[in-house]
């Protein structure tokens, strides 16, 4: 797997990291199958860590927050985890979705999923040209914010901090290799990165036992 991270990155996140976990013989379907005692155990977890009022005074949502408040938006990993604190159930619309998304609000930290054999190495990390434009996962096209953190295939780009993964590349009902990826621009220490992949990592063998799994890659500007 190769990965690599971009001048313009280097410069505009002199912090940031870039961390992937890559698993093949996992074929997705509607709805997982044993995460049930997974997921209802991350939204114990976040009842008792947190309150609609104290979730964004963690260091990782702050991180984020702070990010986005940048481009006049707001973290959504963080709304996410508010409505479980308020009762909903952790849900996703496939497995390896579900497997993202629980690691996801449990960790807060942003993640993307990708078919894998959709994508053209090598993946470089980058930060967003004014007027770039992609295709976000709805299908619609979307212009990119200049400094934006990107990752980039061979054929453009995967998915954006701000507007999220693209349509080519998306996980789909058939998908069978995926490559999770972990969007960290500023505010987010290596270890905390680390832990997020093996959590994912170990819900996947906990769905697909007989996954085979890649060990976390991890690309920093500070390295």
Not at 40 to 55: G, K, M, S, Y
Not at 85 to 104: K, N, Q, W, Y
Not at 168 to 179: C, F, G, K, N, Y
Request: one cysteine or more; proline letters at 7%; a negative charge.
């Amino acid at each position: 797997m190769l990965i690599e991270l971009t001048p313009a990155f280097h410069e505009t996140y002199p912090e940031g990291i870039f961390g992937a976990l890559i698993a093949r013989g996992v074929p997705n379907r509607a709805r997982p199958v044993a995460l049930g005692e997974d997921q209802r155990a991350v939204e114990a977890d976040l009842r008792a860590r947190f309150t609609e009022d104290t979730i964004d005074a963690d260091p990782v949502a702050r991180a984020y927050a702070g990010y986005y408040r940048r481009f006049g938006a707001r973290y959504p990993v963080t709304h996410q985890a508010r409505t479980i604190l308020t009762g909903r159930p952790i849900e996703s619309p496939s497995a390896l979705v579900a497997t993202m998304f629980t690691a996801e609000v449990h960790n807060l930290v942003l993640t993307s999923g990708h078919d894998l054999e959709t994508l053209r190495w090598p993946l470089r990390v980058d930060a967003a040209e004014e007027g770039e434009v992609y295709t976000k996962l709805s299908g619609k096209e979307q212009r990119l914010r200049a400094g934006d953190m990107v990752v980039r295939d061979q054929e453009g780009v995967i998915a954006s901090v701000l507007y999220g993964p693209d349509l080519r590349t998306r996980l789909r009902p058939e998908s069978h290799a995926v490559l999770f990826g972990a969007w960290c621009p500023v505010g987010v220490a290596r270890p905390t990165v680390e832990t997020h992949l093996l959590t994912i990592g170990r819900l996947i063998r906990r769905e697909w036992p007989d996954a085979a799994i890649d060990p976390p890659l991890i690309v920093a500007a500070a390295a």
